[in-house]
């Protein structure tokens, strides 16, 4: 998700409590970013849910909240088994500052 905020705001190094809108982001941009969040990660956001929950932070609790509704509870499992198995290396300090 960092990566689709970084290409779309054109700001490299944005972190997760990063607000979009202060950032430059605007209503076009946030279009562009539910588009992109759809294509890359199959989180269908509704345009508001960028205003509502506009930092990185935030809006990753919305779309994983989304991607286990949709995978049911043994999505939800496999989903966390996979995480959980997931390396230092694996996980990008971006995201998660305790590696």
Same mark, same amino acid.
Not at 63 to 78: F, K, N, P, S, T
């Given at each position: 998700?960092?990566? @689709?905020?970084?290409?779309?705001?054109? @700001?490299?190094?944005?972190? @997760?409590?990063?607000?979009?809108?202060?950032?430059?982001?605007? /209503?076009?941009?946030?279009?562009?970013?539910?588009?992109?969040?759809?294509?890359?990660?199959?989180?269908?956001?509704?345009?508001?849910?960028?205003?509502? /929950?506009?930092?990185?932070?935030?809006?990753? *609790?919305?779309?994983?909240?989304?991607?286990?509704?949709?995978?049911?509870?043994?999505?939800?499992?496999?989903?966390? /088994?996979?995480?959980? /198995?997931?390396?230092?290396?694996? @996980? *990008?300090?971006?995201?998660?500052?305790?590696?």
């Amino acid at each position: 998700m960092c990566d @689709i905020w970084q290409q779309l705001l054109g @700001i490299d190094g944005i972190g @997760i409590h990063d607000n979009f809108f202060e950032l430059g982001g605007h /209503s076009l941009l946030a279009m562009q970013l539910t588009s992109r969040l759809q294509l890359v990660m199959g989180a269908e956001l509704r345009l508001t849910s960028v205003f509502q /929950s506009p930092t990185i932070a935030e809006m990753s *609790d919305l779309v994983l909240q989304q991607l286990l509704e949709g995978e049911g509870a043994e999505g939800a499992d496999a989903l966390l /088994s996979e995480v959980q /198995s997931l390396g230092k290396g694996e @996980i *990008d300090p971006a995201i998660d500052p305790l590696v």
